[in-house]
């Protein structure tokens, strides 16, 4: 039931691979883009971050600016090589002992309208807009949108290939191995689509504006069938080489309490027992305070709650943030910081003990099968409820979205 196309991408010259790629644009700070841009002439970051703008300038001027940027990236700075033929990329990434790999390859925006490309957040109308103009204008995708199959029987197809050499292996200086392999084999490539056809959906693990851009897109240029611009950008992972961590939280104040007052409220919420450390299991919340570690047992949840509801982010809003500590919009409370689980638990006791949190809550992640029931049912997840690895990189598999390009 699921689509895939095989395409002839644009990607980094092999010598200059560990140089172009690089984090999601967003993922750095003002200070960071500064040093990656003066730093590094190879960085994709020159494509993304023209130089020369203003930042007043029109969008539209900006835009224009970027598919410049990238046809003398790819053009007169030679940094950049074509496929010959249409290929699959099989990619891997090992980051902190996370090992993950996937299928980087065309999505059907068809696929998404029919609900069998399944989200679990909600997308701002804007947002959409504003990405499906940007990539109109640039012509290309850069950027891979993450999804996860429920199971894995069709990653035995693609595992001989990662016995082969790859044609990049490098570690980037955040200690991330990466390693890519084009597939142009026809007759892989018709097991693979054979095999997806019997698969009936695709999760949303990152980047559901990406996708939901995508397909604005292909609606603005009445893009279907085989056009280019009726495909999204993806890298299709099985469910287990999807790595789902917790997202933890911590609050700058306790809304007037002291410590001993803010535990025996906790006590009022659920089962509250101190601990010799962290303790986090389904329905069980660590909670680090000056005083030590405590465990919150959550009461069960009400048999008509749906499955966002249930799950233990909700449930520490339900019964603790909002109630206890006034915190009723987590996504925007300057209260509360989000920690992820990438991070560990000395991150949560150091900042407790620096004064830079009254109280650090440890959650215990997320599973897959309760992101695919919370997208089955066409729910919504709490903010900042799950860390996804593998984070992908912008610039190592460039999809043209233009028949011409």
């Not at 490098?170 to 997806?196: C, N, Q, S």
């Not at 709490?382 to 593998?390: A, D, V």
Request: contains cysteine; proline residues 9%; charged residues 25%.
């Amino acid at each position: 039931m699921i689509a895939l196309r095989p395409f002839r991408a644009w990607r980094p010259v092999a010598d200059k691979a560990h140089l172009v790629a690089s984090r999601s644009y967003v993922s750095y700070t003002e200070e960071q883009l500064a040093e990656k841009l003066q730093g590094n002439p190879f960085t994709f970051l020159h494509v993304i971050h023209p130089p020369g703008l203003s930042p007043t300038c029109p969008r539209d001027e900006r835009f224009r600016a970027v598919r410049t940027a990238f046809d003398r990236f790819r053009g007169e700075e030679e940094n950049m090589q074509r496929d010959e033929r249409p290929c699959f990329h099989l990619y891997e990434q090992r980051a902190r002992g996370i090992a993950s790999f996937g299928l980087i390859a065309g999505v059907s925006v068809a696929d998404y309208h029919a609900g069998r490309i399944k989200a679990h957040e909600q997308t701002l109308a804007a947002r959409e807009d504003l990405f499906a103009e940007y990539l109109d204008t640039i012509g290309i995708n850069a950027e891979p949108v993450l999804l996860a199959t429920p199971g894995d029987d069709w990653a035995a197809l693609i595992a001989p290939v990662a016995t082969t050499r790859p044609e990049y292996d490098y570690t980037t200086t955040d200690r991330v191995r990466h390693r890519l392999w084009p597939i142009d084999d026809p007759a892989l490539h018709k097991a693979l689509l054979a095999a997806f056809a019997r698969i009936p959906a695709l999760y949303i693990a990152d980047g559901h504006h990406r996708m939901a851009s995508s397909a604005r897109l292909a609606a603005r240029r009445g893009a279907r069938d085989e056009h280019p611009a009726a495909w999204c950008l993806a890298c299709i992972v099985p469910r287990s080489q999807l790595h789902i961590l917790n997202f933890d939280r911590t609050v700058a104040g306790l809304n007037g309490m002291d410590e001993a007052a803010f535990l025996r409220a906790l006590g009022r919420t659920g089962r509250l027992r101190p601990t010799n450390g962290p303790e986090a299991a389904p329905g069980v919340v660590a909670v680090r305070t000056a005083g030590g570690w405590h465990a919150l047992e959550l009461p069960p949840p009400p048999p008509t709650y749906g499955p966002a509801q249930r799950l233990d982010p909700a449930r520490l809003g339900e019964l603790v943030l909002a109630p206890l500590l006034h915190v009723h919009n987590p996504r925007t409370d300057p209260a509360v910081d989000f920690v992820p689980g990438t991070h560990g638990t000395d991150e949560l006791e150091r900042r407790v003990a620096n004064g830079l949190a009254a109280a650090a809550f440890h959650l215990h992640p997320v599973g897959f099968d309760e992101l695919m029931a919370v997208a089955d049912a066409g729910a919504t997840m709490p903010p900042k409820s799950t860390w996804i690895e593998p984070k992908l990189r912008s610039g190592l598999v460039v999809y043209p979205l233009d028949p011409d390009r």
